[in-house]
């Protein structure tokens, strides 16, 4: 008596069976990731370059004078691609967070006072 390999009549050799599929082969390959996000933020400035303007059509609003918003921002704020300065690599997960934040270009930058 010949061994069967335990495998269903006629189907050892069935190149659709799960057991004769072929392992994925994976390649790594270069993409341009472009991602755009939106956050508010809180930020202190100078109550010197602040008035309170009203108007019928827009409310109260506040404008500003003298004070450059993306100099403050990046000054009191941790941006996404500054955040792998700061975070630590303690554990796998951390590492590969700390390697996922770097290298990030921001191709624009937007401040708008609310």
């Known amino acids: 008596m010949t061994e ?14 799960p057991w004769n ?15 755009t996000l939106h956050k508010k933020v809180m930020i202190d400035i100078n ?3 602040l008035r ?8 109260r609003t506040l404008q500003y004078q ?7 921002v990046h000054a009191q704020v941790v ?8 975070v630590q690599g303690n554990t796998d997960k951390g590492k590969q967070a700390i390697e996922d934040l770097r290298g990030w270009d ?9």
Not at 106 to 114: A, G, K, P, R, S
Request: overall charge negative; hydrophobic content about 25%; glycine content about 6%.
């Open 4 to 17: 069967s390999g335990y495998y269903p009549a006629g189907s050892e050799f069935d190149p659709s069976a």
């Open 79 to 86: 941006l996404p691609h500054e955040a792998h300065f700061y």
């Open 47 to 49: 109550e010197n370059n």
């Open 52 to 59: 309170e303007e009203y108007s019928k059509r827009h409310g």
């Open 21 to 35: 599929e072929e392992e994925p082969k994976y390649r790594s390959v270069a993409v341009d990731v472009t991602l």
């Open 106 to 114: 921001v191709d624009e930058f937007n401040t708008e006072l609310i």
């Open 66 to 72: 003298g004070v450059d918003l993306d100099q403050e």
